[in-house]
């Protein structure tokens, strides 16, 4: 089945600073790559979300590339901020039957000091 | 997201007692999940439903169980053969309009420890 790790576990930046979050799955069928950001007893929130017939894509201070030949993708956050400091998830999915199957990464707890 | 609700926020089992976590949504999505979450690791699923009165076994479904009898509804009961049930339970659902990815939205969570 499918395996997503991702790395960092932690990572401690300066605001304004760059944050990345790098992230490998082992099924190349997964064609589906959505990101969450889950701040502390919260529910997890989608904040960027690729498909896998792209190679980049940007919202403002996130982007998230997508590399299939190597089976990762990334996240980059630009000129971070305090309100920032969270746990991201990346998940890869495919679908099988009409069914989406998420599988998520162990997690990357950010933090952004002023 | 508004449209997720998950009831209680906190829940505290006893011995061979069977619990029941609550999930609604009024937007009309046709499928929903059940997440496993434990520090320092990633959700796991538990249980999912595609469509009305049918689901099916996630990863880890040794003792749940669960049922779909509305599409609005999608409650999850950790059974006693569940011996280790504490952990934050999330649950999500998604649209199967506009094509099979589209993202999952979460409700805010149970938070479920034993007595």
């Known amino acids: 089945g499918e395996n997503v790790e991702q790395h960092p576990s932690t990572l401690s930046v300066q605001e304004g600073d760059s944050a990345v979050i790098k992230c490998t799955y082992s099924d190349s069928a997964s064609n589906y790559f959505p990101w969450y950001k889950q701040e502390l007893g919260k529910r997890p929130q989608l904040i960027i979300d690729?498909?896998?017939?792209?190679g980049e894509k940007k919202d403002q201070r996130i982007a998230v590339t997508l590399n299939k030949t190597a089976k990762h993708f990334s996240l980059h956050i630009t000129e971070t901020q305090p309100e920032d400091s969270a746990v991201y998830f990346c998940a890869a999915s495919r679908v099988i039957t009409g069914f989406q199957k998420l599988v998520f990464g162990t997690g990357t707890r950010l933090l952004v000091s002023p | 997201d508004g449209g997720i609700t998950q009831s209680p926020k906190y829940l505290f089992r006893k011995e061979g007692q069977n619990v029941t976590l609550s999930c609604e949504q009024n937007l009309n999505h046709d499928a929903m999940y059940w997440y496993r979450q434990d520090p320092g690791q990633g959700l796991r699923l538990i249980y999912y439903s595609q469509i009305v009165n049918d689901f099916q076994k996630g990863d880890i479904a040794e003792g749940y169980s669960v049922s779909r009898e509305k599409k609005e509804s999608f409650p999850l009961t950790v059974t006693s053969a569940q011996k280790n049930p504490t952990a934050f339970y999330l649950c999500?659902?998604?649209?199967?309009?506009?094509?099979?990815?589209?993202?999952?939205?979460f409700g805010d969570g149970t938070r479920l420890s034993i007595l």
């Open positions: 690729i498909r896998s017939n792209v």
């Open positions: 999500a659902s998604r649209t199967r309009d506009r094509g099979p990815n589209q993202p999952q939205h």
